[in-house]
């Protein structure tokens, strides 16, 4: 009798030494679309790097990059119904969510990075972060990826070289139409089809930063790229109410400080790719990038600045006023 009352209490202490150590960390996945020698691969996995530092045993990151888990247009659904807790869609990507973020496929609505720096840190911007509360999403943070540049199948000077040439475009009605503006045939598709598309011709451009034309190899099939700047591919970090509210309060405040400083390596590796990445490609010979002359420049902002009037009412005219004025 006496060895059974020892054995239980014995069997009871190692359950309660136990119990603390067999606690399962809680898993964060990041999904992602793009290669991991990215901003957005290189962010995701510094991530990493600083949770199973600081918060070893306690929360676990799963990277998942390349479209491997989810593509673009079901990550954030997935997230909702708790299948991944974390993303970083571009913001182009947001359309179902809210209409706010449309903001940034306003082409040539910031002349560069500092701008878009400058506006996303004022007040205005931090509250878009907000937009997709509603929606049961948190954002956690802008990425910067950089500038967007065109590729095609046949040198891009002029708006009118663009005409009934057909482009991929991610999922927004601001980019489609700003390709209808310049007489081009504007086609939603997910980033992991875009090397196919253009490889066997279903598709004749797309539009894109030095970093992801570099990774996917998008050059190697596009025998021109215009530097054209004319828009803005920049992510939102993102995670689901339900999951961010969930964590334990000191656990939370941890995850976060480690993406602030994952967010600002990944801009750090933005603005260093946006320069190594094109001369990549241009040391590659494969494709050859076009420089346009002032003149030139001006018909693509000629043709293409008034899509800002027709998505005015959705996106209000004081956001586009307050993203505007950070050019100065
Ligand atoms: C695209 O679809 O072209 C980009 O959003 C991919 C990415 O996440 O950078």
């Not at 491997?68 to 970083?88: H, R, S, Y």
Request: hydrophobic share 45%.
């Amino acid at each position: 009798m006496r060895l059974r009352l020892l054995t239980a209490v014995l069997a009871l202490a190692a359950m309660v030494m136990a119990g603390p150590l067999a606690a399962k960390p809680i898993i964060i996945k990041f999904s992602h679309v793009v290669a991991e020698n990215t901003p957005k691969g290189q962010m995701a996995n510094k991530f990493k790097e600083l949770v199973d530092q600081r918060l070893a045993g306690k929360v676990e990151v799963e990277v998942y990059p390349n479209s491997q888990l989810f593509g673009d247009n079901k990550v954030l659904e997935a997230m909702l119904l708790g299948d991944v807790q974390m993303a970083a869609p571009s913001l182009s990507k947001f359309k179902r969510y809210t209409k706010k973020l449309q903001l940034f496929d306003l082409p040539f609505l910031f002349k560069d990075m500092t701008a878009v720096e400058r506006f996303q840190k004022s007040p205005a911007g931090q509250q878009l972060l907000d937009s997709v509360n509603r929606k049961g999403l948190v954002g956690l943070g802008y990425l910067h990826n950089g500038m967007k540049q065109l590729s095609a199948s046949r040198p891009l000077r002029v708006p009118a070289d663009a005409k009934n040439l057909k482009f991929r475009i991610m999922s927004s009605d601001v980019l489609a139409a700003q390709f209808e503006a310049v007489g081009g045939v504007p086609l939603k598709k997910p980033f992991s089809e875009v090397f196919t598309l253009l490889q066997t011709k279903a598709i004749d451009g797309q539009e894109n930063t030095w970093s992801n034309i570099y990774s996917k190899k998008f050059y190697e099939v596009q025998p021109y790229i215009t530097e054209s700047n004319h828009g803005l591919l920049d992510y939102m970090v993102v995670t689901s109410r339900e999951f961010w509210m969930g964590l334990p309060d000191d656990v939370r405040a941890e995850v976060k400080k480690a993406l602030d400083e994952a967010i600002a390596f990944g801009n750090q590796v933005a603005a260093e790719k946006a320069v190594a990445d094109k001369q990549k490609i241009i040391d590659s010979g494969r494709s050859e990038v076009i420089e346009l002359t002032p003149a030139e420049r001006a018909q693509w902002v000629a043709v293409m600045k008034p899509v800002w009037k027709k998505f005015e009412g959705q996106i209000g005219r004081d956001l586009i006023d307050a993203a505007y004025n950070a050019n100065k």
